[in-house]
């Protein structure tokens, strides 16, 4: 019996984890704006974000969990906590799950040293921090502020600060491979949810490999309900979206393919 067919790159499915790390976005202090960026790039080249967590500044949080996720998605990303701070400690904490030690890379001093003489600042002991990568992980470039991001195995740390982020994730679109790309379709109508459970449901028992998702909406004195459908087959898709449709029609409401205006 031949061996089955391993799924093309266009196919296949390709996951990711997203941990945003920080104290700072627990207590409210910061307002993560990180996680909407990384997972629409993400999808725009075949990565699938699965699972998005926010975690505490806590070495044996850190650990576990990158230890947790890394084992269970293809990509695991990380922001915040690679600065020149104490309280900056997630090199360490990856060096530590993956086992591994953690040192000044040589050319993360360079490439920071080079920097702060150009710009007339002091290359501070604390700043020196931002170049210790584990040992045996390649850098992220940071054309901003030059202090990298690194990549050991699955997992890629990136800074918190949202632009820094965004520089160093469009650095690595090379190092990603994409799978299959999610693509969504919206049913809009001027109907209440209980209303249209019942078939929605079965609506989704008959196609399982579709996500269908329902969205009540308030304009005004306007109420209405959006049913959001996604998935990889884009055939199939549409095919659900038009059975979406039909379903408001049943109860008498005209759809508007999109979000209502």
Do not use: W
Not at 108 to 126: C, M
Not at 216 to 236: E, H, I, N, Q
């Amino acid at each position: 019996m031949p061996e089955a067919a391993a799924p093309s790159a266009k196919t296949k499915t390709v996951t990711a984890c997203v941990l945003l790390i920080g104290d700072e976005v627990l207590s409210g202090r910061t307002r993560d704006a990180n996680l909407s960026y990384i997972a629409k790039h993400l999808n725009q080249i075949g990565v699938q974000v699965r699972e998005a967590r926010v975690i505490p500044d806590i070495e044996a949080v850190i650990v576990s969990t990158v230890n947790e996720v890394r084992a269970r998605y293809d990509y695991v990303f990380t922001t915040g906590g690679i600065g020149p701070t104490h309280d900056d400690i997630t090199a360490d904490s990856i060096a530590k799950a993956f086992g591994v030690g953690i040192d000044h890379h040589p050319d993360a001093l360079a490439t920071l040293e080079a920097h702060y003489k150009a710009t007339g600042g002091e290359f501070t002991a604390a700043r020196k921090r931002m170049a210790r990568i584990p040992l045996g992980a390649t850098l992220i470039d940071n054309p901003l502020s030059k202090a990298p991001g690194f990549q050991i195995g699955n997992v890629f740390v990136m800074a918190g600060v949202p632009m820094v982020m965004q520089v160093m994730l469009d650095s690595l679109t090379g190092r990603l491979e994409g799978g299959a790309t999610m693509q969504s379709r919206t049913v809009s109508g001027q109907i209440g949810e209980g209303t249209i459970a019942e078939k929605l449901g079965a609506l989704q028992q008959r196609y399982p490999d579709i996500g269908i998702g329902s969205y009540p909406y308030y304009r005004g004195k306007v109420f209405g309900t959006s049913l959001v459908m996604r998935g990889t087959d884009v055939a199939l898709l549409d095919r659900v979206a038009g059975e979406a449709a039909a379903l408001m029609r049943e109860f008498g409401v005209e759809p508007v393919i999109g979000e209502p205006a």
